[in-house]
């Protein structure tokens, strides 16, 4: 384990404690322990309509945390009914971890007040930062990857935990850059936080696909070097190739190489929590559903270590999904 808490005089500033570490054992065997709900969808308002009418067989959804912390009326009337039907996770695009502002208090308040009222399975947020000196710029900003940033993102996920009470499950970006300040791979980054602080990963597979190529690292071997016990749920999506990079934009099917990425994910980590994101031009319902359920075939797939580059993509031009489209503005 890297030693993120020795200082210059090699003294430890954060003391890990039997109390610290005792916390960080009962996190960690919660998150190997949490159950695989199955094949979920990400939660969308033009399915409301759909799904309490129809009641599909779908094993789970996902939530915008977000979307419902401030909202009343039929949202959240919406939100209570499935509650009471599915399973739900719960998935935040403003924790803001890789930030240097102070944890925003009311935020984690509104956000262990609706994980009070849906009990979801889970909690999970983005290894991000969005935004600083109380502004919020609405989009999933990369971090420095260095002992600094470690040390520093540790601390706050070590709060977060403690003010929510339980473990929170943090997802890998899609990123365009690498910092020249960045010293750790993001898959051994990813690592030691967990190692450090008992959380838990959410692994999406379509993003490791786009910083892979984006930042010309091999994505076969990210997934490889990943503690896969840590791993309580996978994402999939789709991009749009533009040739020099790929934008991560949830606006259409997964295509072929993210799916070979899967099959390795999902025999890695003996399977775990699947979900299928889908943010603009969204289908519906049933072919929402039937892209997702595309995923058991290849469950027990051979894994095909061959991945081919894909052909460009500028039928329709769109963005890197920004969180303004997801939420309300966030008072910090």
Not at 21 to 38: A, F, H, T, W
Request: glycine share 6%.
């Amino acid at each position: 384990m890297l030693k993120i808490f020795a200082t210059e005089k090699g003294t430890s500033s954060i003391s890990l404690n039997k109390t610290m570490s005792e916390k960080r054992g009962v996190y960690q065997d919660i998150i190997e322990n949490l159950p695989n709900p199955g094949l979920g969808l990400g939660l969308r308002s033009k399915h409301f309509n759909y799904i309490l009418e129809h009641k599909p067989s779908v094993d789970w959804f996902e939530v915008i945390s977000e979307n419902f912390m401030d909202s009343g009326g039929r949202p959240r009337h919406v939100l209570n009914q499935l509650a009471e039907q599915y399973a739900l996770v719960m998935h935040g695009v403003s924790l803001s971890i890789g930030s240097t502002d102070l944890l925003n208090i009311t935020y984690l308040t509104k956000l262990k007040m609706l994980a009070k009222e849906v009990n979801p399975l889970w909690i999970s947020d983005h290894l991000c930062w969005t935004g600083v000196n109380s502004l919020n710029t609405h989009d999933l900003l990369p971090v420095v990857l260095n002992e600094e940033s470690l040390k520093h993102i540790c601390i706050r996920i070590n709060e977060v935990q403690d003010f929510l009470e339980r473990p929170v499950v943090f997802e890998n970006p899609s990123t365009y850059l690498t910092f020249r300040q960045s010293t750790i791979n993001e898959w051994d980054f990813l690592r030691y936080m967990t190692e450090e602080t008992g959380c838990g990963l959410l692994l999406d597979v379509n993003n490791v696909y786009v910083s892979g190529f984006n930042n010309d690292f091999d994505p076969i071997h990210y997934i490889e070097q990943l503690p896969h016990k840590s791993i309580v749920q996978m994402h999939i999506a789709g991009h749009q190739h533009c040739g020099n990079y790929i934008i991560d934009t949830h606006d259409r099917n997964v295509v072929q190489e993210v799916w070979k990425l899967f099959t390795l994910a999902w025999q890695l980590t003996g399977g775990v929590a699947t979900l299928l994101e889908w943010d603009s031009n969204i289908p519906d319902f049933e072919d929402y559903h039937s892209e997702l359920l595309k995923a058991r075939n290849y469950m027990s797939a051979i894994f095909d270590q061959h991945i081919i580059p894909e052909k460009q993509d500028y039928k329709h031009a769109a963005v890197s999904n920004p969180v303004n489209f997801l939420v309300n503005d966030i008072k910090w």
